[in-house]
């Protein structure tokens, strides 16, 4: 599974960006809970949101309110779209999603696989 994400720039304090992240690959059978997670310099990573296959969703505190997580599963892509943005959400926004893929054994394995991260800067 391989997770290509987009959307991440530059934005003014109050103003909306959305981020993208497609899953891809030949050997995954299912795609189950997705997550945003982000990275401020200095900072440890920390998990911005969930979504599970179903469609439930959480949220970190600091964006509740804000930030809006959603997915397509029939085009394997979870989004997060980011309103009100303040400076402090400026980061490296990284996707992960959790999957099953047929191994190469013939048995079935369970894994994580993490996007590359886009920059979202917000200015004040």
């Known amino acids: 599974v391989q997770l290509q994400a987009s959307g991440g720039g530059l934005v003014q304090s109050g103003g909306s960006l959305r981020l993208s992240c497609a899953a891809s690959?030949?050997?995954?059978?299912?795609?189950?809970?997705m997550y945003w997670h982000r990275q401020a310099p200095g900072t440890q990573r920390e998990l911005v949101a969930t979504?599970?296959?179903?469609?439930?969703?959480k949220y970190a505190d600091s964006v509740k309110g804000r930030f809006t997580i959603s997915r397509d599963n029939a085009k394997n892509t979870v989004y997060l779209q980011m309103n009100s943005l303040k400076p402090e959400d400026t980061a490296v926004y990284y996707c992960?999603?959790?999957?099953?893929?047929?191994?190469?054994?013939?048995?079935?394995?369970?894994?994580?696989?993490w996007g590359q991260g886009t920059l979202v800067t917000v200015s004040s």
């Open positions: 992960a999603a959790d999957y099953v893929e047929n191994s190469p054994t013939g048995t079935v394995a369970v894994g994580r696989e």
């Open positions: 690959g030949s050997s995954f059978i299912s795609i189950n809970d």
């Open positions: 979504i599970t296959s179903g469609g439930s969703t």
